[in-house]
């Protein structure tokens, strides 16, 4: 699924949100996870395109594009960034390569966007489909949107490390949104506490038929395990002045709160996220999501146009909460064919630091550093209930939180990297601190 950002900032941030799945293809748990669209992560070779590049030292004399990125961002970027200036126009509209830097993980390009005839851009934007030679687990966040120039500043993330090294690698992009609108606080009118007495039917999901899920059920989706959800399609709820989502069923399973709702295939990737709320505005989210498809005759397919929320809440006083929704939709759709080709230089050398320790459902082995952040190795299952507190503490007595993260597990093996919201000097980073245990690392 395509990953949404909520966290448009001045400077490069990765919103704290995002945390993608490499098995599930799915994940995030607040209301600006898309939906139900798949991000097409095709593979091609490289062709042999011409391509330009500069090196860090001429890029800033020479290339515009890269100078004004810099004054986007930070200037401490200048000594990772690599100059690109490629570009592609079609439909009037202009796309640049204007820098980008990789480590052993992951790649960070940053491109500009120019709307030379109309008004299709805005502050909103969010690459639809867009692929990159031999990436995967793509995210994108607008940077910077300039109105007076109809120019957004895109920054976009792919995982691939190593695979990028002095290679001709290939972007392109092929559909964009924007004009999103946000219907944040909805109400669903229904009375919870009469509900968790009332009888409901259920049918038993299979793994074959979800398209991925996230939060407590993620264990039960890895092992292949039946999932019991609600029957659809027997209780509807419509949502005041919204019309491309609804709630299709509602009801209590096993002591947990189903929340089952059926999007329209006619609104391209909305999506949203539905919560509790108690008397003192406290919000209670779902402990887990799964997304399904449901065929003509009732009956659960491969699909995701359906959504259910699970929800924890055995000793709250149902009479006493309200159920809400934050949900998100798109006014305008692009389709287009921008594609360039430029090469990466080789990846920096990464720092390894031994560390071992045990996060209950899985036990990290290994960390390793980069310009980009920090990364844990280990085996086991990492969770979206984990809350891991990681922190940077620099030789000049200055420290930085990694707050965004992102992880991927796939066969008990995993990955969690906590991204930087500016590139590491790994020079001059002091220790790591990791939930209140003091790391050292040696120069």
């Given at each position: 699924?395509?990953?949404?950002?909520?966290?448009?900032?001045?400077?490069?941030?990765?919103?704290?949100?995002?945390?993608?799945?490499?098995?599930?293809?799915?994940?995030?748990?607040?209301?600006?996870?898309?939906?139900?669209?798949?991000?097409?992560?095709?593979?091609?070779?490289?062709a042999?395109?011409?391509?330009?590049?500069?090196?860090?030292?001429?890029g800033?004399?020479?290339?515009?594009?890269?100078?004004?990125?810099?004054?986007?961002?930070?200037?401490?970027?200048?000594?990772?960034?690599?100059?690109?200036?490629?570009?592609?126009?079609?439909?009037?509209?202009?796309?640049?390569?204007?820098?980008?830097?990789n480590?052993?993980?992951?790649?960070?390009?940053?491109?500009?966007?120019?709307?030379?005839?109309?008004n299709?851009?805005?502050?909103?934007?969010?690459?639809?489909?867009?692929?990159?030679?031999?990436?995967?687990m793509?995210?994108?966040?607008?940077?910077?949107?300039?109105?007076?120039?109809?120019?957004?500043?895109?920054?976009?993330q792919?995982?691939?490390?190593?695979?990028?090294?002095?290679?001709k690698?290939?972007?392109?992009?092929?559909?964009?949104?924007?004009?999103?609108?946000?219907?944040?606080?909805?109400k669903i009118?229904?009375?919870?506490?009469?509900?968790?007495?009332?009888?409901?039917?259920?049918?038993s999901?299979s793994?074959?038929?979800?398209?991925?899920?996230?939060?407590?059920?993620?264990?039960?989706l890895?092992?292949?395990?039946?999932i019991?959800i609600?029957?659809?399609?027997?209780?509807?709820?419509?949502?005041?002045?919204?019309?491309?989502?609804?709630?299709?069923?509602?009801g209590?399973?096993?002591?947990?709160?189903?929340?089952q709702?059926?999007?329209?295939d006619?609104?391209?990737?909305?999506?949203?996220?539905?919560?509790?709320?108690?008397?003192?505005?406290?919000?209670?989210?779902?402990?887990?999501?799964?997304?399904?498809g449901?065929d003509?005759?009732?009956?659960?397919?491969?699909?995701?146009?359906?959504?259910?929320?699970?929800?924890?809440?055995?000793?709250?006083?149902f009479?006493?909460?309200?159920?809400?929704?934050?949900?998100?939709?798109?006014?305008?759709?692009?389709?287009?064919?921008?594609?360039?080709?430029?090469?990466?230089?080789?990846?920096?050398?990464?720092?390894?630091?031994?560390?071992?320790?045990?996060?209950?459902?899985?036990?990290?082995t290994?960390?390793?550093?980069s310009?980009?952040?920090?990364?844990?190795?280990?085996?086991?299952?990492?969770?979206?209930?984990?809350?891991?507190?990681?922190?940077?503490?620099?030789?000049?007595?200055?420290?930085?939180?990694?707050?965004?993260?992102?992880?991927?597990?796939?066969?008990?093996?995993?990955k969690?990297?906590?991204?930087?919201?500016?590139?590491?000097?790994?020079?001059?980073?002091?220790?790591?601190?990791?939930?209140?245990?003091h790391?050292?690392?040696?120069?």
């Amino acid at each position: 699924m395509k990953n949404k950002l909520k966290e448009e900032l001045e400077q490069i941030e990765i919103p704290k949100e995002l945390h993608m799945r490499a098995k599930l293809g799915v994940e995030k748990a607040k209301s600006e996870q898309p939906r139900r669209t798949f991000k097409k992560a095709i593979v091609f070779p490289a062709a042999a395109v011409l391509f330009l590049i500069g090196s860090a030292g001429v890029g800033a004399a020479t290339f515009p594009s890269f100078n004004h990125l810099l004054s986007l961002v930070s200037p401490d970027i200048a000594l990772f960034l690599q100059p690109i200036e490629t570009t592609s126009e079609d439909k009037g509209i202009k796309m640049k390569v204007v820098g980008a830097m990789n480590d052993d993980e992951m790649a960070v390009i940053y491109v500009t966007m120019q709307d030379l005839t109309g008004n299709r851009l805005d502050k909103t934007l969010d690459l639809y489909d867009y692929t990159l030679t031999d990436g995967h687990m793509f995210n994108n966040q607008i940077v910077n949107y300039d109105k007076d120039t109809n120019t957004a500043t895109l920054r976009i993330q792919a995982n691939g490390g190593t695979n990028f090294n002095n290679k001709k690698i290939k972007l392109r992009i092929s559909s964009f949104l924007s004009q999103r609108y946000k219907h944040e606080g909805i109400k669903i009118d229904t009375d919870l506490s009469e509900l968790k007495n009332k009888n409901v039917d259920t049918i038993s999901l299979s793994t074959d038929s979800t398209s991925g899920g996230g939060g407590e059920i993620t264990d039960q989706l890895d092992t292949g395990e039946s999932i019991e959800i609600l029957k659809p399609n027997e209780t509807i709820l419509s949502l005041p002045k919204i019309k491309f989502m609804h709630v299709s069923n509602i009801g209590f399973v096993n002591g947990q709160l189903h929340v089952q709702t059926k999007w329209s295939d006619e609104d391209i990737d909305s999506h949203g996220d539905f919560y509790l709320v108690d008397p003192l505005g406290k919000k209670i989210n779902a402990a887990s999501k799964v997304y399904y498809g449901v065929d003509k005759s009732g009956k659960t397919v491969y699909g995701n146009n359906y959504v259910e929320y699970i929800f924890n809440a055995n000793n709250e006083d149902f009479s006493k909460l309200k159920l809400m929704g934050d949900l998100v939709s798109n006014g305008n759709f692009t389709k287009g064919n921008w594609s360039t080709t430029f090469k990466l230089h080789s990846v920096e050398n990464e720092k390894s630091v031994s560390f071992n320790e045990d996060f209950g459902s899985w036990k990290a082995t290994k960390m390793t550093l980069s310009s980009l952040g920090v990364t844990l190795y280990g085996k086991g299952h990492f969770k979206d209930t984990d809350n891991i507190k990681m922190s940077v503490k620099m030789n000049n007595g200055s420290s930085q939180s990694l707050e965004s993260l992102q992880n991927f597990s796939d066969n008990k093996s995993v990955k969690a990297k906590f991204l930087s919201s500016s590139p590491l000097d790994l020079s001059n980073i002091k220790a790591i601190n990791v939930n209140g245990t003091h790391i050292k690392v040696s120069r």
